[in-house]
């Protein structure tokens, strides 16, 4: 059988045990919690950093989104206005062409004119001098 001062320190023993494990546990969940305080503190900065990023990159494809409208309207200006350019000096050219050939009417009109005239008077000449030689 177990005395009493045995069964005593026995009892001092598991006490003594059981304190430690109790401080052991306590030391336990105090150093996990301060790993998960940490971990959810680095996850938040990450987390955070991230945000920056998604802005900085979103802000960014904005503005390469808006410089490339920016230069397609730029672009279409351009070439409309170098479709009305092209379109003036078509109309110039029309212009000028169909003055050229005015000008080449007018010219074959006044051709046939004079020698219609000089036919005439040449045939009027011919029959005065007929006329005067009979």
């Not at 959810?40 to 904005?62: G, H, I, P, V, W």
């Not at 409309?80 to 050229?100: L, T, Y």
């Not at 000089?118 to 005065?128: E, F, G, K, M």
Request: charged letters at 30%; zero cysteines.
């Amino acid at each position: 059988m177990v005395s009493k001062t045995q069964a005593h320190n026995e009892t001092v023993y598991y006490k003594a045990a059981l304190h430690d494990m109790k401080a052991e546990l306590a030391a336990l969940r105090k150093s996990e919690t301060a790993a998960l305080e940490m971990a959810t503190m680095k996850s938040q900065r990450d987390l955070d950093l991230l945000a920056l990023k998604f802005r900085e990159d979103f802000n960014n494809l904005k503005s390469e989104i808006t410089l490339e409208m920016n230069q397609r309207k730029h672009e279409y200006k351009e070439k409309m206005q170098k479709a009305e350019v092209d379109v003036q000096e078509m109309r110039h050219f029309m212009s000028i062409s169909a003055g050229e050939i005015t000008t080449q009417i007018e010219a074959m009109k006044l051709e046939l004119i004079t020698k219609w005239f000089s036919s005439v008077a040449l045939s009027t000449a011919i029959v005065v001098f007929v006329m005067l030689k009979i």
